[in-house]
């Protein structure tokens, strides 16, 4: 895990509530502007609802009061950044704290801290690491498993319409799995069971910081913390299998098991893993097939892409750095769906950024969303344009972000390899095209997601 770990969004309501709970609530002025609380105990929560999600929330408030503003989340001042330059000011002084972890650890009861700065950068190394290590050894399954969806979806009529968000997260929780944990998960049954536990899971992840519905409905409440403990079950009953054997299948959990970690680092790194995962995989190729199939000029570039740099023959690892284009799309699909539309860290001192003074132990939002959609620095934002990529500065602008060089993610990282297989097998046999009609609403939550079912229909290529 990366000291930005741009995917912190997903337990960013685990945060907010550590905080709420840990540091004792102030209403000091902070001279940043913003909006006065709507309500004295909930502070701007109604106005967050009302809009429809934290992001749109953030899009009218920066909007209003620029780069730097400030709200209420209960009775807790709240900073959001909603600049690239801003941004670039708060994370050079405040990258020592690793969002990632303490959201997750403080959403999953685990016990943070203790570590020191060396033990802590040796461990997010070997996660990266093992990440690395899961997709090498196991490229050919990715690429079995690619083929897998292509020969589903060429057993379809060509006007049937293909449910693309079920079809991507089956595809993801397989890969994730089978990659991840290994052997176990060749059973479609464990597949099965192991969705239906993740899905309860997720689906609750920061909810009851949000809107305290998880706590006020003990019938939820079970379930989510049944399901945890099933998930810890599995994770610990599969550690204990691996631990001191050797597979011929080298997954993500080995290289754990094989670092200088304990059961219960362990334990938390395979579940941090296997919960967003699962969900950054499967919304990366949801999103990617949907651009492609309402951009035809776009789709036709990649194809030509794909049949010159591969040929007849199937991808590789090596053949697949050569899908310089292909690398354009996937980073133009985060950028335009606002994959992860909003990022947390607790300030670890008194800083300035710009002229505004944010005092220490404020929580500080990176309005992801906001900054990926600034007309100054991507030209017509809201255009799916893979070609702007093709500017060195864009990179560059993109990549201080956190979603692709140095500082990428290794989940997204393991989320790109996954989603370029999949579409270089698929464009292989397939034309990708848009159900008539079809009304493709976003949903800001903890991923970007359509807010219905994302359908597809496809035709053989000759």
């Given at each position: 895990m990366l000291d930005f770990a ?32 709507t309500e004295e105990k909930d ?318 132990e404020t929580l500080v939002l ?97």
């Amino acid at each position: 895990m990366l000291d930005f770990a741009i995917f912190a969004v997903t337990f960013l309501l685990a945060l907010v509530g550590a905080v709420l709970y840990l540091y004792p609530a102030s209403r000091q002025a902070s001279g940043i502007p913003g909006i006065a609380p709507t309500e004295e105990k909930d502070g701007n929560l109604p106005d967050i609802v009302n809009s429809g999600s934290l992001h749109e929330f953030l899009v009218n408030l920066h909007e209003r009061y620029g780069p730097v503003v400030s709200f209420w989340f209960g009775r807790r001042l709240v900073v959001s950044l909603g600049t690239a330059d801003a941004l670039k000011q708060h994370f050079s002084p405040n990258k020592t704290s690793d969002p990632f972890e303490t959201m997750l650890k403080s959403l999953l009861g685990y016990q943070s801290g203790g570590e020191s700065v060396s033990e802590n950068h040796a461990r997010r190394k070997l996660y990266g690491n093992a990440v690395t290590a899961a997709l090498q050894s196991n490229f050919p399954l990715l690429l079995k498993l690619s083929e897998e969806v292509l020969d589903k979806w060429l057993s379809y009529p060509e006007a049937q319409h293909v449910p693309l968000s079920q079809h991507m997260l089956g595809f993801a929780l397989k890969s994730v799995t089978r990659m991840v944990l290994g052997s176990t998960f060749e059973d479609e049954q464990e597949v099965i069971r192991f969705q239906k536990i993740h899905g309860t899971v997720w689906s609750e992840i920061g909810k009851g910081f949000l809107d305290g519905s998880l706590d006020k409905n003990t019938t939820r409440k079970k379930q989510y913390q049944d399901a945890l403990m099933q998930l810890e079950s599995i994770l610990k009953k599969i550690i204990k299998e691996r631990k001191g054997k050797n597979f011929s299948q080298h997954v993500f959990i080995d290289s754990l098991i094989q670092g200088n970690l304990n059961e219960q680092q362990i334990l938390e790194d395979s579940m941090i893993f296997s919960l967003a995962g699962c969900i950054i995989t499967a919304r990366l190729c949801t999103w990617t097939i949907h651009f492609l199939m309402m951009s035809e000029e776009v789709q036709k570039k990649l194809h030509q892409e794909i049949a010159r740099v591969l040929g007849k023959g199937p991808i590789t690892s090596e053949k697949m750095e050569q899908l310089s284009y292909c690398r354009q799309v996937l980073w133009e699909t985060v950028r335009t769906a606002k994959l992860t539309p909003v990022s947390a860290r607790l300030q670890d001192a008194e800083g300035k950024v710009g002229p505004f003074v944010i005092s220490k132990e404020t929580l500080v939002l990176y309005a992801l969303g906001v900054v990926l959609q600034d007309p100054s620095t991507w030209p017509s934002p809201h255009k799916f344009d893979p070609d702007r990529f093709a500017d060195e500065s864009v990179v560059r602008a993109f990549s201080s972000l956190g979603f692709s060089g140095s500082w990428e993610c290794p989940e997204l990282r393991f989320a790109y390899t996954v989603t370029t297989v999949l579409v270089s097998v698929l464009l292989k046999g397939l034309s990708l095209l848009p159900v008539e009609g079809q009304v493709f609403e976003t949903k800001y939550e903890l991923v970007t997601s359509s807010r219905e079912e994302a359908w597809v229909t496809v035709s053989k290529r000759n």
